[in-house]
């Protein structure tokens, strides 16, 4: 079991870049979820996949925001023409069923300047 | 409406106290799970602890246990004789069998607990 693994760790860049991230979920889930987490506040859901399927997208999630998951593996996250707002850590989870601990990575800061 | 919510932001403890930090969850469904994680300075969030809905007998798994009641919606957490690297944020988790967002985990704010050598 090699976990959750997410990249970059880190990301810069400047307002109104685009910029994506990847997660690679355990490889026998098949559930992949993404979350965003800000200073002092627990992690809030954005999207989920079962497979390949995006089943379900939060209202924070707003067009800028797109994610795919090719193949039911990894997945990815793109911001486009991002904004101050969007400076948080966002956290990859997977897992085998409901009701099983989804299993999070380190997850991607995204600092914007 | 918040549907955790951990009223404590911070807590500090002597090493060697046992220390309980405080969950409320809401929520219409009759089956549903609670968690615990706990998310070290390094960032990642590790999962402790699991309960679903219908099994309120509380246990222990070493130095960390847990009071469930359904009667107050609480999942209540205790470490017992802390230690330092306990220092971490914990957060509580619920997640609903009724759902169209597969299932998403909705995370409490987090309690801080700072553990003092």
């Known amino acids: 079991d090699t976990g959750v693994s997410q990249n970059p760790r880190h990301k810069i860049t400047k307002r109104g870049q685009n910029v994506t991230f990847r997660c690679d979920p355990i490889?026998?889930?098949?559930?992949l979820y993404w979350y965003r987490q800000t200073l002092g506040q627990g992690p809030e859901f954005l999207t989920y996949?079962?497979?390949?399927?995006?089943?379900?997208k939060s209202r924070l999630l707003s067009d800028r925001f797109s994610a795919e998951r090719p193949k039911g593996s990894f997945s990815t996250l793109e911001i486009q023409r991002t904004e101050q707002g969007d400076s948080a850590m966002y956290l990859c989870?997977?897992?085998?069923?409901?009701?099983?601990?989804?299993?999070f990575g380190d997850g991607t800061r995204l600092s914007i300047l | 409406a918040q549907k955790v919510t951990q009223a404590q932001t911070e807590i500090s403890v002597v090493e060697k106290e046992d220390v309980t930090l405080d969950c409320v969850y809401e929520t219409r469904d009759t089956t549903y799970y609670l968690f615990w994680y706990k998310q070290p300075p390094s960032g990642e969030l590790v999962f402790l602890i699991r309960?679903?809905?219908?099994?309120?007998q509380n246990e222990i798994s070493g130095r960390y246990s847990w009071n469930f009641q359904k009667s107050t919606s609480s999942f209540n957490f205790t470490i017992t004789a802390s230690q330092v690297v306990d220092s971490a944020v914990y957060f509580c988790a619920l997640s609903e069998a009724i759902s169209n967002t597969g299932n998403q985990f909705y995370f409490g704010t987090g309690t801080s607990l700072t553990v003092i050598p």
């Open positions: 989870a997977s897992s085998l069923a409901w009701g099983q601990p989804q299993h």
């Open positions: 490889s026998e889930h098949n559930r």
């Open positions: 309960r679903n809905s219908f099994d309120e």
């Open positions: 996949f079962q497979n390949e399927a995006q089943l379900e």
